[in-house]
């Protein structure tokens, strides 16, 4: 099984592997659907498909091409609307990777438009945003929250039947024990040509460091979407890796990037060793991402359920900090909205506002009968 995906995951060739039965086209499927990969899959097994299976993924393949499409017009029209206000701005992900590193714009999915600008222009984009037909999403939580404890505010709209989603961010990382200056990615950004239209984007290290940091967010864990815009990068650009080590120890994101590298090593079988030595990360760190990394990234009992998913993130947790310190920090002076999220509690009730309060309690017990019932299974 390994290595049909294996296959599947080198974008640069054509998929040839024969795949024995319906059983394992259910669980590639199952696979593509939770990383987000049936771009890939269609691109590179179509010849091979069932006839019961080339409608559904026919169907995702044309739809995926529309979304790019309009997402990627959208983002132009934003960047003629933004910078007509002198307002710079910088894609990230997928705006950006679809006009760089993928050898075919189809390759890759979006699910939205990620673009970063200065902190101090944050409230100018606000009217601009709505007369492009934006409205703030606010996720039934008070703006303030956005503000004090994110690193970019929602914004919704709908366009020929399709809702488009945009994230404004103003860095690229929630604001933490130590938080990062991220002043320089304007000075390091490079241009490149999309569209016939000229786009300023991220330096190649700084695009790795913000993929390493997206680990952090509580999304679907150790999806790899993300692990190929990784992989290509470092295919694609020759990495400056004095000064991203530089920064992963300045901010402390040493151990989160070993995380990154671990999945695209697990994956690629790309050798790390001479650049995870210079990370110095203890060994027993790195053993346990990669154990986890092992047991859950084929493990078909993540793909569709939340708690597992859950649990996933959790073990991860406690290994994405450099210090115990700095996470025990988050994991006790998290704000009470993420509290309420992450434990599916109301926002804003009784309940949630007496959980959060013994949280010295709260959260340790929540941990450990999570534990005890994954043991018990």
Not at 45 to 65: C, D, G, R, T, W
Not at 151 to 156: D, L, S, V
Not at 212 to 222: D, G, I, S, V
Not at 335 to 356: D, V
Request: with cysteine; glycine share 2%; hydrophobic share 40%.
């Amino acid at each position: 099984m390994e290595k049909i995906i294996t296959e599947l995951l080198d974008i640069h060739t054509p998929g040839e592997i024969e795949i024995p039965d319906i059983k394992t086209w259910d669980y590639i499927i199952e696979f593509c659907s939770y990383h987000e990969l049936y771009p890939i899959l269609f691109t590179k097994f179509k010849h091979l498909l069932p006839p019961e299976k080339q409608n559904l993924l026919k169907s995702a393949y044309y739809l995926s091409i529309a979304r790019n499409m309009m997402l990627m017009d959208e983002f132009l029209k934003l960047k003629i609307a933004l910078e007509n206000e002198k307002i710079p701005l910088l894609p990230l992900k997928g705006t950006e990777f679809l006009n760089t590193i993928y050898p075919d714009f189809n390759l890759r999915s979006m699910a939205d438009i990620d673009i970063l600008v200065p902190e101090n222009k944050v409230n100018d984009c606000e009217a601009t945003l709505k007369a492009l037909g934006y409205k703030k999403i606010l996720g039934g939580v008070k703006e303030n929250y956005w503000i004090k404890y994110h690193c970019h505010f929602m914004y919704g709209k709908t366009s020929s039947g399709m809702n488009i989603h945009l994230e404004l961010h103003w860095a690229l990382d929630f604001k933490r024990f130590q938080n990062i200056s991220f002043e320089h990615l304007w000075t390091r950004r490079r241009k490149i040509t999309a569209e016939d239209t000229e786009i300023y984007v991220l330096s190649p290290e700084d695009t790795l460091i913000a993929l390493a940091l997206h680990q952090r967010r509580f999304h679907k864990p150790l999806i790899l979407k993300n692990i190929i815009d990784g992989y290509l990068i470092l295919k694609n650009y020759n990495i400056d890796w004095r000064y991203i080590m530089d920064t992963a120890y300045r901010y402390r994101l040493r151990v989160t990037l070993n995380l990154l590298l671990n999945v695209i090593e697990e994956v690629y079988g790309i050798n790390f060793k001479y650049i995870k030595d210079s990370l110095r990360v203890k060994n027993f760190v790195d053993r346990i991402q990669n154990k986890i990394v092992k047991n859950y990234i084929y493990n078909t009992e993540m793909f569709n359920n939340y708690h597992i998913q859950k649990r996933i993130y959790f073990y991860l947790y406690f290994f994405l900090y450099d210090s115990w310190w700095e996470l025990l920090y988050y994991l006790f002076f998290i704000s009470p909205e993420k509290f309420a999220k992450f434990f599916n509690l109301p926002i804003y009730s009784f309940k949630n506002n007496l959980c959060y309060k013994l949280r010295l309690f709260y959260v340790p017990f929540k941990f450990l009968s999570l534990f005890l019932r994954a043991k018990c299974k």
